[in-house]
């Protein structure tokens, strides 16, 4: 038996996400990176974050997902959810942590 911790993160993983315009895909793109970034479940050493790749159709597309995801960590550092935010919620149950965790 291996005593090594097996981490849920799969470094050769490939996703793939095709949807119509305003189907969320850059909602869930930022929520997977911030998962990647917060997760407690996930060893931070075992996931190469200079390695991610994300492409999207257009320059907009890109911009608007580093926003997301510079905004969302911001307002999760500073606390600036409010108490009945969905969002939040949404971010805390991906992570598996709860929202005084963060």
Excluded at 50 to 58: E, V
């Amino acid at each position: 038996m291996n005593s090594k911790r097996e981490s849920p993160f799969q470094p050769a993983e490939v996703l793939v996400v095709e949807a119509s315009a305003g189907a969320g895909k850059t909602y869930e793109f930022a929520k997977r990176y911030l998962n990647l970034l917060i997760n407690p479940g996930l060893n931070p050493d075992e996931i190469p974050l200079k390695s991610i790749l994300a492409i999207t159709f257009t320059n907009k597309a890109t911009v608007e997902m580093k926003e997301r995801i510079l905004d969302d960590l911001k307002r999760l550092a500073f606390d600036e959810f409010g108490d009945d935010d969905k969002k939040r919620d949404d971010l805390c149950k991906s992570f598996g942590i709860g929202a005084k965790e963060i």
